[in-house]
């Protein structure tokens, strides 16, 4: 079995319009087995939401998450990697 290279990383997500949730959810749900947690704030007084979401992925799946989220949109999405890499058997 060949072992694969993780990476500790944050996607942070500012969502405008509110209609892209469900797409949201959609790839969050598809990226489930690699997400640590989330932490969604809504912003009321400015009509927006804010999420956090942390990872240990693959570079390869952070990278497409990341994508397919900032394509939306009305939705934001900035990526930041941690130095923690990990090789999982």
């Known amino acids: ?4 290279e993780t990476r500790v990383a944050i996607l942070s997500v500012i969502v405008y319009d509110q209609d892209q949730i469900q797409k949201l959810n959609g790839y969050l749900h598809d990226a489930s087995d690699y997400i640590i947690g989330r932490m969604g704030i809504p912003y009321r007084k400015r009509g927006i939401n804010i999420i956090s979401i942390a990872l240990d992925a693959p570079q390869n799946i952070i ?3 990341a994508g397919n989220i900032g394509r939306l949109e009305g939705i934001s999405s900035k990526t930041v990697y941690s130095d923690v890499i990990a090789r999982e058997d």
């Open 63 to 65: 990278s497409a998450l």
């Open 1 to 4: 079995m060949e072992s694969k």
